[in-house]
């Protein structure tokens, strides 16, 4: 079963559905030029990328392995297959640099022409960037061509089929070119959901949010998604693996999980096998205040010790809840917004209601003053906007970025803080630094930042700059230098602080013995 709409393609210079791009309100452009100053910044036209470096009888054989209709070379459909969606990855685009641009952009149909063209690219030494939505924020999208005989975009849009439904076993298998709402949509048809609602749901792909470990906004109730794996298919250029016979294994270490998260460095996820859910007969979502972060944070760490979490669990720090809210009063005067907090429940009625009053009545005993509906119903209805509002605020010259990162909760204040320091330090008097916990765990909870500056002249110099002192101070502090958004090309500087050097030489061997040519997105995971 395929979906039967089409695919939305992102601009190359902006995030999402073009249809749906904005510019800032009139309300709005007033405080950020208060806070930013006057400046426009808007992206150069007409920018197209340097001519395809691949040989006349490459593309030859390419063709011959999908088809000529699915080898395309044209200047825009490499356009829409350069980079992912960074801040640092737009403002190139923005500027008119599209020379990371692919040679080709192939397209395979299924799991043997993934095995044919890596074989192909083996042979011929060409790299091979696997691409499914496109929304990568780390440059794992940006793989080093030099020393191979040129490079090509592994697009996995024709690999959008439902392959198996198991309404037994309650488990679904997936083609990784299918986008989070085709997912959704297909998996409805049958009254079942994934429940996997990253901010990229929209644009991202089942093969991306397997690569990249990704973690949605219900994974207080559902999990992340390498939690909702229990099997997949991969394609390498040494052989193919099919994993995932059974829920749970004790034969050796769980080598699906050498895959999920691998950024198409070891292999290319050509079906994932997940775990679904009745689809829910009812959502609710509601707001609550806090006094400080420190008290709201420590009550996400009680319902997560006492198995009390809501399907969606989410605090924003004072600073994020003043920005975010339009009138701050109605939280605890404009002088004292506190915190909010965002609870989302879904199921059957029973269900709903009996764990909202569970949750509700431990909330209020340790602290926190129900908001009623309206606070959280305006987070869902505007949950995957934020990154249209990056682009307009970078047409008004403010540079918007975001990082995330992951601690236990005994090291939650410490982290909070120097990462806060660190970035206002590197960005200056004026920058704003907001934070929220997006993802909660027994032991601990996920930090996820958005930073906002004046531009400077050297933007992508400003950013770097800030990105690294954000990231000396996660790893000073202990941390993980990434809880959902993979290692790409950003972090790899820092891998090693992490994991270790034995670690780094794991890595690498397993490298050299799926992809021993080391043409899979070369530069990326694995330095």
């Not at 999402?16 to 910044?41: T, Y």
């Not at 030494?125 to 780390?138: D, E, I, K, N, Q």
């Not at 995957?384 to 939650?412: C, I, K, Q």
Request: aromatic share 4%.
């Amino acid at each position: 079963m395929t979906p039967e709409t089409p695919t939305v393609e992102m601009h190359p210079q902006r995030w999402g559905d073009p249809a749906a791009a904005a510019d800032l309100p009139e309300s709005a452009r007033g405080l950020v030029e208060l806070a930013f100053g006057r400046q426009e910044r808007p992206a150069v036209d007409g920018a197209v990328p340097p001519p395809g470096a691949l040989a006349d009888d490459l593309l030859s054989d390419l063709r011959s392995l999908v088809g000529a209709e699915h080898v395309l070379t044209d200047d825009a459909t490499r356009a829409l297959r350069t980079r992912g969606k960074s801040t640092p990855d737009l403002l190139r685009a923005r500027a008119g640099d599209l020379s990371d641009a692919p040679d080709a952009v192939v397209r395979p149909g299924g799991h043997d022409d993934v095995v044919a063209v890596l074989a192909w690219a083996t042979e011929h030494r060409v790299a091979v960037v696997p691409f499914g939505g496109g929304t990568c924020v780390t440059g794992g999208l940006a793989a080093r061509r030099d020393g191979f005989a040129g490079l090509v975009s592994l697009d996995l849009l024709r690999m959008k089929r439902l392959l198996a439904v198991d309404e037994v076993s309650m488990t679904a298998t997936l083609q990784p070119g299918l986008r989070g709402p085709e997912a959704e949509a297909l998996l409805a048809a049958h009254g079942l959901t994934l429940g996997h609602f990253p901010q990229s749901w929209e644009h991202a792909s089942i093969g991306g949010f397997a690569a990249t470990r990704s973690s949605g906004q219900s994974s207080a109730g559902h999990g992340r998604f390498d939690a909702m794996v229990v099997g997949l298919t991969a394609a390498t250029p040494t052989g193919s693996l099919d994993l995932g016979s059974a829920p749970a294994t004790a034969a050796g270490p769980d080598l699906r999980q050498l895959l999920l998260g691998s950024e198409g460095a070891f292999g290319v996820i050509t079906s994932v096998t997940v775990r679904v859910r009745r689809a829910p007969e009812v959502t609710a979502y509601e707001g609550w205040r806090w006094a400080s972060f420190g008290a709201g944070s420590d009550a996400m760490r009680v319902l997560a010790q006492e198995g009390l979490l809501p399907t969606v669990l989410r605090l924003s720090d004072e600073d994020e809840t003043a920005i975010n809210l339009a009138d701050p009063s109605s939280i605890g005067g404009a002088d004292d917004p506190g915190c909010l907090m965002v609870t989302g429940y879904e199921g059957t009625a029973e269900q709903v209601a009996t764990r909202r009053a569970a949750v509700t009545a431990r909330l209020e005993a340790l602290g926190g003053t129900p908001l009623g509906t309206e606070p959280g119903e305006r987070w869902s209805h505007g949950r995957f906007h934020a990154p249209y509002l990056r682009d307009a605020l970078l047409d008004h010259g403010v540079l918007v970025e975001t990082m995330e990162t992951a601690t236990f909760w005994s090291n939650r204040e410490r982290l909070h803080a120097e990462v806060r320091a660190a970035l206002r330090g590197s960005l200056g008097e004026g920058s704003l630094v907001l934070c929220h916990v997006s993802h909660v765990y027994e032991t601990g909870c996920s930090l996820y930042f958005t930073v906002a500056a004046r531009q400077d002249d050297d933007a992508l110099g400003q950013w770097a700059a800030a990105k690294a002192a954000a990231s000396d101070a996660i790893i000073a502090a202990g941390a993980t230098i990434t809880h959902h958004h993979a290692v790409g090309t950003d972090h790899l500087p820092w891998l090693a602080q992490e994991v270790g050097e034995v670690g780094v030489r794991v890595l690498r061997a397993v490298k050299a013995e799926l992809d021993p040519a080391g043409i899979l997105n070369p530069g990326v995971l694995v330095g």
